[in-house]
């Protein structure tokens, strides 16, 4: 106000003089209506100096927001002009190039880039960006110090005011520390399998240890029959061999047949095939125990093709009954065939550890009993396995599929053998659940595909 008034003033003194002017012809009307423009022409500047002060002012704050979200960018970001120059880098740039920022101003990107793949593959970007956005490339950088700086770029060109390229920006993380961790994720997830695998073999291991003794029982039958049967035919044979010497001798025939009756030759010849017969079966069964050994120690990680359920909850059963006190019972109701698809071995330690912990529930009940039932239903094989223990205990109900735990006595359990069963059901694809029956001890659900559905 101070300034427009001293120009008031000034323009007055010129008015005075003005006036002393108005009889050159110039009227005092004419002089005030210049002062009234000038002051509207003054007014006008003010108000614009005001509106630039305000803008420049909103331009430092949008420039300073800018400058901070950059230098706050954890990912990589590349400003370049058509040609691939350097125009702008972000802090997180510079960190991972270990160069400043006014070195990197005009520099080619080419010259930043370790490999001649790195190289040719920017070259593309340059070629294509101009027409169509390019996303997930990988390049490799070099640092100052020569260390290599692998990178995913997005790239998205850069247009001016009509829509012209002017240029190319690059976007992106680098990958280093990322394929560090992978790799480190890897590792980590490899021992777990491996240990996985220890554990599981270490599971079986102990589980035959305590099926010995209804295995052993299990092997004795056949074996027994086999050693009884080559004793008779070792009898059979010295006697066959004292006809035969007598016939190749030349013997009159009434002392050939004489001999032939006191030898029971005839009887002899009738019995030698069901001896060996019974001697073949036996051994045969002698094999198929071994090798549901062999198939329930091995690891069997990747083994899968379709077998018969039944058999092998039938087998699991004599394996661990046989080795247990006779009061226990197992009352069956399978079909003749539940057809699954998967690993024998591993479903027949499923199938043994659930009976093992129905003999151990079971153990002060004065006649201890298993129901085991299967069926077919809607494409699936549901076999259930149901004790009269005393159940299981509410708060143990859902832990008891969690590694280590039981609620065995120290020494008597490793908490492994229904976590693993848990594991090698899921993986066929099925599922094990555990409860109390309505009627008093614990229900076990064994829930499989059926083989070809």
Known sequence: MHER???????????????????????EESWIEVIRKMDEVYNELLQYEVALEQKNAALEETQQFLYSVLGSMTDLLIICDRTGVIQEVNAATTQLLGKREEQLHGMPIGSLLADDESRQKMEAIFARVRVDPVTDCEVVFRSEDGQCNPASLNCAPRHNKVGKVVGVV???????????????????????????????????????????AGVAHELNNPISFVLGNAHSLTRYMERLSRYLNTVHAGAPPAEIEALRRELRIDRILEDLGP??????????????????????????????RPFNLTDVIDTAVRWVVQSR???????????PDLPVRGSPGQLQQVVINLVQNA???????????????????????????????????????????????????????????????????????????????????????????????
């Open 275 to 304: 001896l060996l017969a019974g001697t073949i079966e036996g051994a045969e069964r002698t094999r198929d125990i071994v090798d549901g050994l062999k198939r329930f120690s091995a690891m069997g990680k990747d083994e899968s």
């Open 325 to 335: 006190a006779k009061s226990f019972s197992v009352a069956r109701d399978l079909p």
């Open 170 to 212: 690059l976007a992106g993380r680098p990958i280093g520390e990322l394929r560090r961790a992978y790799h480190a994720l890897h590792e980590a997830h490899q021992e777990l399998k491996a240990a996985q695998q220890q554990l599981l073999h270490a599971e079986k291991m102990a589980s035959l240890g305590r099926l010995v």
């Open 359 to 453: 003999v151990d529930a079971t153990a002060g009940v004065r006649k201890p009993k298993l129901f085991i039932r299967g069926e077919l239903r809607h494409g699936q094989v549901v076999v259930t396995f149901y004790d009269n223990g005393p159940g299981i205990d509410e708060s143990a109900l859902g832990k008891i599929f969690d590694p280590f735990f039981t609620t065995k006595p120290v020494g008597k359990g490793t908490g492994l053998g229904l976590s693993i069963s848990y594991g090698v059901v899921e993986r066929h694809g099925g599922r094990l659940t555990g409860a109390n029956h309505p009627d008093g001890g614990a229900l076990f659900t064994l829930t499989l595909p059926v083989s070809g559905v």
């Open 5 to 27: 008034m001293s120009l008031r003033q000034a323009l007055g003194t010129d008015r005075g003089g003005a006036v002393s002017r108005a009889s050159a012809g110039t009227g």
